[in-house]
């Protein structure tokens, strides 16, 4: 009787291109480019296919803008070294940014947004200054304490509208500048970012993660590249914070919730962390997830819970790590 055995291979083509691209046949092009052409069209052309049930199409935004606080959140944890449970702070200063642009100084909308990045950035990087000496469970109280910190003082001021926050804010002209414009910014934000961390200053990133001493000991200030990782990920926060004050035409004590930070942490230990493109895929789970379960009330969070427990016992690596682990090996059965 012949028998077989079960044979993993890797695939050629990844070893003959860990540092040197050298495409020989339109397969070896196809295997390289093809997931993320899948990602791409199948992102882009999903507003048409929900195009009867337009709930889900606006999902679509709510799940882009949390895929672009997930992506924050894995570049400073997984990158930089920096775990910010604070996610929350870059969305309530983005959405107040924008809210004060348009709504009190008139500006437009294509122009509130990027000026509330940008400032919001900036705001958010000189507020966390004092807490970049700090490192792990530390860092992450503190950024923890802030969205907290900043509601209470709208709301025991009275400021910036109170409890009420800020109405009348300027709306997208049509559904489709609605959808594409966080679609397209998740898109530059994915793929620029991915780029970026491979470059040398990637490197660098990557060293004030594991060995911040070694990376001092070699003349680089440490201090100031944290700063530029806190900038990059609180303009990709404050972008996510000024979209959604624009989609609810309203800014308010909302955009500090614990949402914003609990959901795109969940989502990169789902998604994989380290990956970008896991945190995404994570937050394309949870958010529908939780609309699913909305009208489960407060059972949502320990449906929440169960899930993201399973997957930290059976998948602890990731959902992303572990398909790209498969994607790139192959079985085949042998004869023995």
């Known amino acids: 009787m012949e028998q077989l055995r079960r044979e993993r291979l890797d695939r050629s083509l990844?070893?003959?291109?860990?540092?040197?691209?050298?495409?020989?046949?339109?397969?070896?092009?196809?295997y390289l480019l093809g997931p993320r052409l899948l990602f791409i069209v199948g992102i882009l052309i999903l507003p048409f296919i929900l195009e009867a049930a337009p709930y889900w199409k606006r999902v679509i935004n709510i799940m882009c803008a949390y895929a672009i606080i997930a992506i924050s959140f894995d570049f400073l944890s997984n990158f930089v070294g920096l775990v910010c449970l604070g996610g929350a702070l870059f969305t309530g200063i983005g959405g107040y940014f924008t809210a004060i642009y348009n709504h009190y100084f008139s500006f437009p909308m294509y122009l509130s947004i990027p000026l509330a990045a940008v400032s919001g950035a900036l705001f958010c990087t000189v507020v966390l200054l004092p807490a970049l000496p700090l490192r792990g469970v530390y860092f992450a109280i503190v950024t923890l304490m802030y969205p907290l910190l900043f509601s209470r003082i709208i709301e025991?001021?009275?400021?910036?509208?109170?409890?009420?926050?800020?109405?009348?804010?300027?709306?997208?002209?049509?559904?489709?500048?609605?959808?594409?414009?966080?679609?397209?910014?998740?898109?530059?934000?994915?793929?620029?970012?991915?780029?970026?961390?491979?470059?040398?200053?990637?490197?660098?990133?990557r060293g004030v993660k594991d060995n911040d001493q070694a990376v001092k000991a070699s003349g680089i200030n440490v201090t100031t590249i944290k700063i530029y990782a806190v900038f990059i990920a609180s303009l990709m926060g404050c972008f996510s914070g000024a979209y959604i004050a624009h989609?609810?035409?309203?800014?308010?004590?909302?955009?500090?919730?614990?949402?914003?930070?609990?959901?795109?942490?969940?989502?990169?230990?789902?998604?994989?962390?380290?990956?970008?493109?896991?945190?995404?895929?994570?937050s394309f789970i949870l958010v529908p997830l939780s609309e699913i379960l909305r009208e489960a009330g407060t059972l949502r969070i320990v449906i929440y819970c169960v899930v993201?427990?399973?997957?930290?016992?059976?998948?602890?690596e990731g959902l992303m790590i572990y398909l790209q682990r498969k994607y790139h090996q192959f079985e085949r059965w042998v004869k023995v």
């Open 14 to 30: 990844k070893v003959r291109t860990e540092g040197i691209y050298a495409i020989s046949a339109f397969e070896e092009i196809l």
């Open 156 to 205: 025991a001021l009275n400021i910036l509208g109170g409890t009420n926050g800020i109405s009348g804010i300027q709306s997208f002209p049509n559904p489709y500048i609605e959808h594409y414009t966080v679609i397209l910014i998740l898109l530059f934000f994915l793929f620029g970012l991915r780029r970026f961390v491979n470059e040398d200053i990637g490197l660098v990133f």
């Open 247 to 282: 989609l609810y035409m309203w800014a308010g004590l909302s955009l500090f919730a614990l949402d914003f930070s609990i959901i795109p942490i969940a989502s990169t230990v789902i998604g994989g962390g380290g990956t970008l493109i896991g945190a995404v895929i994570g």
């Open 308 to 316: 993201l427990t399973l997957f930290i016992v059976f998948k602890s």
